[in-house]
């Protein structure tokens, strides 16, 4: 980090600019230290970059708490471009920066309803509504969002964790569902399903709980997560069957179990860090032994 941006030259500084706007680092102290000392007085050298640049000053100002500046960079922008949905959708972050929600809101739904497909607006909001403790109507906000947009990954992902707020557990696994059919080869969307269908409880949700521990941990066997959670699944099992007389499943969960114990006991290869010290107390505290 360059403590003192006064030695770089104008180029050199938009040029720097530039590097972190395509790599999306967001320096924000640092864009603020490049602005004021070097950027901001000769800002019309740069011709039509200089949108992209105040649009990234503004930004690095609200995560500054400077919102004098950033309303100063967002009526340039509005005098360049009046009407502009994207520049509507600057002030409404300002407006959430300040805490000023239900304004917020507002900007978002006349965006909203000026172009219903502005998904930049939509998820806002949702954010918005879930920083007040509105999870009730951020779920149906997001619902909403994700009939218009399914392929969405990041919908869904934070869909299902509205659900596990709420302890809507079976809604939650459905949406942890249309995760694996968007990444199926992500062992972690196989272990949150396994997880979920864990904590749900009774016979067949631990059955799925454990094929799904099973297909994550085929996916990556160093997942120490779900191998903890295959050792506590097939345990529970193991107690569910011996009452229910299960034979044959009863012997695929002990073969599961001891696997799983003897997997995550094993020694960690030189390249790799030890396994999580998390497991290793856990079977202690469950007193297992070989």
């Known amino acids: 980090m360059i403590n003192n941006y006064e030695e770089l030259s104008f180029n050199e500084a938009i040029d720097l600019l530039r590097q972190w706007r395509e790599g999306n680092e967001r320096k924000s102290e640092d864009i603020m230290q490049l602005w004021l000392q070097v950027v901001v007085s000769d800002l019309d050298k740069i011709g039509n970059e200089k949108y992209l ?19 100063m960079c967002i009526y340039q922008l509005a005098m ?6 994207r520049v509507m959708r600057y002030n409404a972050a300002l407006l959430e920066a300040e805490e ?12 909203i309803k000026s172009d219903e497909t502005n998904s930049v607006a939509r998820k806002r909001r949702v954010a918005i509504l879930k ?42 696994a459905f949406c942890a569902e249309e995760l694996i059919l968007h990444q199926p080869h992500n062992h972690l969307m196989h272990q949150k399903l396994a997880d979920i269908r864990y904590t749900m409880g009774g016979m067949e949700n631990l059955e799925l709980a454990k094929t799904y521990y099973c297909q994550a941990l085929k996916l990556n066997p160093d997942n120490m ?66």
């Open 80 to 85: 360049d471009f009046p009407g502009s949905l």
């Open 225 to 290: 997560r779900a191998l903890l959670g295959l050792f506590l699944v097939t345990s529970n099992l193991l107690s569910q069957y011996k009452s229910w007389g299960a034979g044959g499943k009863r012997a695929e969960a002990m073969k599961l179990c001891a696997w799983a114990q003897s997997r995550a006991r094993r020694p960690a290869p030189r390249d790799k860090r030890p396994p999580a010290p998390q497991l290793a107390d856990a079977l202690q505290a469950l007193a297992i032994t070989d």
């Open 131 to 172: 920083a007040q403790g509105l999870i009730t109507e951020a779920i149906k906000d997001l619902v909403d969002y994700l009939k218009k947009f399914m392929s969405d990954v990041e919908g869904w992902q934070e869909l299902c964790e509205l659900y596990l707020q709420v302890q809507e557990y079976s809604r939650a």
């Open 53 to 71: 640049v105040l649009e990234q000053v503004i930004y690095a100002a609200l995560d500054c708490h400077m919102f004098e500046l950033a309303t």
């Open 100 to 111: 000023k929600y239900d304004e917020a809101l507002e900007v978002l739904d006349r965006i």
